[in-house]
């Protein structure tokens, strides 16, 4: 298969998509691009170019990503990568940075990894006691961005990726 549709690129994708920082707008145009160039292209890859609802897209992702021959995947990257794509969430304004706070520990709790959902929790409890401060608030951000340098050098690249995709099809 193409290297652009390797594992731990599809599992990015589907990172991206379940932190909502893409949709199937992106991902179609991506997966159309290697329909055309694959002469028999697997299922979820025509799945994800037909489907609009992010959980069925996710699920199509999934399919490959999980399928065998199982791959190793490393949960803190993808830990760190879906708290990225929250980040930039909050860096086009889609998300105010109490959200961002709030989601990023609920996300923390869940994965019950590397990352602490206590941080995120007490980042936001003194960014509300703060009043909202805007100059914690940039602090906080910079300490965030700080520890997610490296996910942002992965997320960044595969979402201008997909917006030229997406901007060519238009």
Known sequence: MSPEID?????????????????????QPWAES???????????LCD?????????????????VWSQP????DYSEADDEHLASLYLR????????????????RYADNADRAWVCEE?????????????????????QGTIAIKLHAAF????PVLDD???RRRATR
Do not use: C, H
Not at 7 to 27: C, F, H, K, N, W
Not at 50 to 63: A, E, I, R
Not at 92 to 104: K, P
Not at 123 to 139: I, V
């Open 7 to 27: 594992r731990p690129m599809v599992r990015r994708l589907q990172t991206m998509l379940d932190a909502g920082l893409i949709s199937y707008r992106e991902l």
């Open 120 to 140: 995120f929790y007490e980042l936001l409890n003194e960014f509300e006691d703060a009043a909202f401060s805007e100059a914690l608030e940039r602090k906080q």
């Open 162 to 164: 997909l917006r030229r």
């Open 153 to 156: 050098g992965r997320v960044r």
């Open 70 to 73: 199982f791959e190793s995947v």
């Open 90 to 105: 909050f860096e086009r304004r889609e998300l105010s940075w109490a959200t961002f706070l709030s989601l990023a520990g």
């Open 34 to 44: 290697l329909l055309a160039s694959i002469s028999s292209p697997p299922q979820w």
């Open 48 to 64: 994800v170019a037909v489907q609009k609802y992010s959980p069925d897209v996710s699920k199509s992702l999934g399919k490959y």
